[in-house]
């Protein structure tokens, strides 16, 4: 199969609205893979019309795709030749890899046209957004399998990689998607939370008595023992087992054979106080001196959930259960604090007192609910603070997908009042609806200041946007040294001009608070 059949789907599927139409033309896609006979074949179409590369990471960003050679003038790439060239590329390293991965970009991309190139692009630069979301996934690989949907997700759910599901369904049948159960070793895709506005909020809507836990700013992480081995998996499935030695050593102290336990690592200060959040992240990159991990900052795990004990599987059986089969087996000081009550008075001090230690917020649980692995489970919900700030639109970048022709991803500023200029904060094109994608596309046309043709359009700095934010973290990649974490627009103020936006000493005390 040609990358360009995988590129012109994508750009199809991204151009359509309509659900029906996208799993319809996804399908089809997957049926020509799945005839050829190739489950590997089938693997990468489905991880990169996802949205993701099969190797997760090969070291490129968007810096090393800044400058392209010319794109070809025919189509000649097939799909399994790029993934393997991804993996070539993501195993360069040592002396002179910067280099030599510039090199096999350059060769890759100059055998791409330009429909490729632009695909190939977003695909590494993590922002190939063209509505082929999970759901929509599992159903096209369902219809072009010819297979219950509910059988797809299900072994999706267990085995954590619809790709791997998928390329057993397109090949197999239906027969071989029951082989795929929990196992220890092998990561299960996690259970996530919807989004509740408040204590009182989640308690109604799980209709009575919840568990409140302490929802740490750490770093999810997923833990697997069968006797004296460990594995540890992030909540992207990636094997971290050897950046985070202290998790290991917690776990083998366990009195228990095999296990599969959901849990949060976190860096905590000597008083007991998280470190910011980069703290964490850092034992997290690729770039981790594994035998200097040991001496590094050391991470601290809290258990929350536990999918697996010793032979038996707990997935399907109620909160409740789990807990109890946890806090058997786990010390309380590696537990997340806990509430069970059905009174909002006291969920909210749980959660006034969890916020003054330094913590997101609190999760709230239904006590009857299963363990519901990758989906976004009603019987989960997430309440903590959201932080809004005005900011400065200094950029815009146009869209892919469904949104080819709009100008999307904003670029976002905050006034220094000592020299006026304005310092970018980060981007964001989450919040955006197709009506506000149309608006803002016409306005930073008239506010451009310069070129409209490139991807990126730069704008007079007129507009003001208000964003919520999950708060401000350290960063090395903007001059003011911080960037938002998790920003999406609210709306667009009309109302104020850029000098009754926040400046960047507002962002910096939200920074600071988090100390």
Same mark, same amino acid.
């Given at each position: %199969?040609?990358?360009?059949?995988?590129?012109?789907?994508?750009?199809?599927?991204?151009?359509?609205?309509?659900?029906?139409?996208?799993?319809?033309?996804?399908?089809?896609?997957?049926?020509?893979?799945?005839?050829?006979?190739?489950?590997?074949?089938?693997?990468?179409?489905?991880?990169?019309?996802?949205?993701?590369?099969?190797? =997760?990471?090969?070291?490129?960003?968007?810096?090393?795709?800044?400058?392209?050679?010319?794109?070809?003038?025919?189509?000649?790439?097939?799909?399994?030749?790029?993934?393997?060239?991804?993996?070539?590329?993501?195993?360069?390293?040592?002396?002179?890899?910067?280099?030599?991965?510039?090199?096999?970009?350059?060769?890759?991309?100059?055998?791409?046209?330009?429909?490729?190139?632009?695909?190939?692009?977003?695909?590494?630069?993590?922002?190939?957004?063209?509505?082929?979301?999970?759901?929509?996934?599992?159903?096209?690989?369902?219809?072009?399998? @010819?297979?219950?949907?509910?059988?797809?997700?299900?072994?999706?759910?267990?085995?954590?990689?619809?790709?791997?599901?998928?390329?057993?369904?397109?090949?197999?049948?239906?027969?071989?998607?029951?082989?795929?159960?929990?196992?220890?070793?092998?990561?299960?895709?996690?259970?996530?939370?919807?989004?509740?506005?408040?204590?009182?909020?989640?308690?109604?809507?799980?209709?009575?008595?919840?568990?409140?836990?302490?929802?740490?700013?750490?770093?999810?992480?997923?833990?697997?023992?069968?006797?004296?081995?460990?594995? $540890?998996?992030?909540?992207?499935?990636?094997?971290? *087992?050897?950046?985070?030695?202290?998790?290991?050593?917690?776990?083998?102290?366990?009195?228990?054979? @095999?296990? $599969?336990? @959901?849990?949060?690592?976190?860096?905590?200060?000597?008083?007991?106080?998280?470190? =910011?959040?980069? +703290?964490?992240?850092?034992?997290?990159?690729?770039?981790?001196?594994?035998?200097?991990?040991?001496?590094?900052?050391?991470?601290?795990?809290?258990?929350?959930?536990?999918?697996?004990? @010793?032979?038996?599987?707990?997935?399907?059986?109620?909160?409740?259960? =789990?807990?109890?089969?946890?806090?058997?087996?786990?010390?309380?000081?590696?537990?997340?604090? =806990?509430?069970?009550?059905?009174?909002?008075?006291?969920?909210?001090?749980?959660?006034?007192?969890?916020?003054?230690?330094?913590?997101?917020?609190?999760?709230?649980?239904?006590?009857?609910?299963?363990?519901?692995?990758?989906?976004?489970?009603?019987?989960?919900?997430?309440?903590?603070?959201?932080?809004?700030?005005?900011?400065?639109?200094?950029?815009?970048?146009?869209?892919?997908?469904?949104?080819?022709?709009?100008?999307?991803? $904003?670029?976002?500023?905050?006034?220094? *009042?000592?020299?006026?200029?304005?310092? %970018?904060?980060?981007?964001?094109?989450?919040?955006?609806?197709?009506?506000?994608?149309?608006?803002?596309?016409?306005?930073?046309?008239?506010?451009?200041?310069?070129?409209?043709?490139?991807?990126?359009?730069?704008?007079?700095?007129?507009?003001? +946007?208000? $964003?919520?934010?999950?708060?401000?973290?350290?960063?090395?990649?903007?001059?003011?040294? %911080?960037?938002?974490?998790?920003?999406?627009?609210?709306?667009?103020?009309?109302?104020?001009?850029?000098?009754?936006?926040?400046?960047?000493?507002?962002?910096?005390?939200?920074?600071?608070?988090?100390?």
């Amino acid at each position: %199969m040609l990358l360009r059949d995988v590129v012109t789907a994508s750009a199809e599927v991204g151009a359509s609205s309509a659900r029906l139409k996208k799993i319809a033309r996804i399908a089809d896609l997957l049926r020509r893979a799945g005839d050829e006979g190739d489950a590997g074949l089938v693997a990468v179409v489905v991880s990169w019309l996802s949205g993701e590369l099969p190797q =997760r990471q090969i070291g490129v960003g968007w810096a090393a795709l800044r400058s392209l050679p010319p794109a070809a003038a025919e189509a000649s790439l097939t799909v399994l030749d790029v993934d393997a060239r991804f993996s070539e590329i993501g195993t360069v390293a040592g002396k002179g890899s910067q280099a030599r991965r510039a090199e096999l970009v350059a060769g890759l991309f100059g055998q791409a046209t330009g429909a490729e190139q632009t695909f190939l692009r977003r695909l590494l630069g993590g922002e190939l957004r063209q509505g082929a979301l999970v759901g929509v996934m599992a159903d096209a690989v369902a219809k072009a399998a @010819d297979v219950p949907v509910a059988a797809v997700r299900r072994a999706a759910m267990l085995g954590g990689d619809l790709p791997a599901v998928a390329a057993a369904a397109l090949t197999a049948g239906e027969v071989a998607l029951q082989e795929f159960r929990p196992k220890v070793g092998q990561p299960v895709g996690p259970m996530l939370a919807q989004t509740a506005t408040g204590v009182a909020d989640a308690l109604e809507r799980i209709g009575g008595t919840a568990v409140f836990e302490a929802k740490l700013d750490g770093a999810r992480v997923q833990i697997h023992r069968a006797g004296d081995d460990v594995r $540890i998996y992030t909540r992207s499935l990636d094997d971290v *087992t050897a950046r985070l030695p202290e998790v290991v050593d917690a776990t083998l102290a366990l009195s228990v054979t @095999d296990l $599969i336990a @959901d849990a949060e690592a976190i860096a905590l200060r000597p008083d007991g106080r998280p470190h =910011r959040f980069q +703290v964490t992240a850092s034992r997290f990159g690729r770039s981790v001196d594994i035998a200097a991990a040991r001496t590094a900052q050391p991470l601290s795990v809290f258990v929350f959930d536990l999918l697996h004990l @010793d032979g038996t599987d707990l997935l399907d059986l109620p909160t409740s259960e =789990r807990i109890a089969a946890l806090d058997a087996i786990v010390p309380k000081a590696q537990r997340v604090d =806990r509430l069970i009550t059905d009174d909002a008075e006291q969920a909210q001090n749980f959660l006034d007192v969890t916020l003054a230690a330094g913590h997101e917020g609190v999760m709230a649980k239904s006590l009857s609910t299963p363990y519901e692995a990758g989906r976004r489970g009603a019987g989960w919900l997430k309440v903590k603070p959201v932080h809004t700030l005005d900011l400065v639109v200094l950029g815009v970048e146009w869209g892919s997908g469904r949104r080819t022709g709009k100008l999307s991803n $904003i670029h976002l500023g905050a006034r220094d *009042t000592q020299t006026g200029e304005f310092v %970018m904060l980060g981007k964001t094109f989450k919040g955006m609806t197709d009506a506000m994608l149309a608006w803002q596309t016409a306005r930073f046309l008239e506010l451009a200041d310069g070129p409209t043709d490139g991807y990126v359009v730069k704008v007079r700095p007129e507009q003001v +946007v208000e $964003i919520a934010l999950d708060g401000v973290q350290t960063s090395s990649r903007y001059p003011g040294g %911080m960037a938002l974490r998790f920003a999406r627009v609210l709306r667009y103020r009309d109302d104020k001009n850029p000098a009754e936006a926040d400046t960047i000493d507002t962002v910096r005390a939200l920074y600071q608070r988090a100390d």
